[in-house]
């Protein structure tokens, strides 16, 4: 009735066209339906597709690793260089970021009180010390 129209599917194209067919026979391929066909190539793009979306963000996060590790690298040798050089000064800027922290810790666990109202500028002194240092 209606579902035996002319369709054109993959194999029409293939092994000839659908005139070439006998009547009753167009339209239908081995096993599958017309709208069969058109899911399978429908689910093969959208699978094509993410595989390519994997393909590319997995290139964007290997780029970005190796840019992130190499500017580690470059800072941590920076650092390990000004600490060669300059070693009085580096223990004084370890020495203060301990108290930093030390005074960081102790402020919070305690509520409001007298320590938490040192600690932020004590440690914003030290951040200062320690950026002229590195300058």
Avoid: C
Wanted: aromatic content about 6%; charged content about 20%; proline content about 3%.
């Amino acid at each position: 009735m209606e579902q035996n129209k002319n369709f054109s599917t993959e194999s029409d194209k293939t092994t000839g066209t659908a005139a070439n067919k006998p009547a009753g026979v167009q339209g239908r391929t081995t096993g599958t339906s017309p709208t069969q066909g058109g899911a399978q190539a429908a689910t093969q793009r959208a699978v094509d597709t993410a595989q390519n979306a994997y393909e590319q963000t997995k290139q964007v996060v290997t780029d970005a690793y190796g840019k992130t590790t190499e500017v580690l690298g470059n800072t941590y040798d920076q650092a390990m260089t000004y600490g060669r050089e300059n070693p009085g000064k580096l223990t004084l800027i370890a020495f203060g970021a301990g108290i930093g922290v030390g005074v960081l810790l102790a402020s919070g666990f305690g509520g409001r009180s007298r320590t938490n109202r040192i600690a932020e500028p004590i440690v914003g002194a030290l951040s200062q010390v320690a950026m002229e240092f590195f300058r």
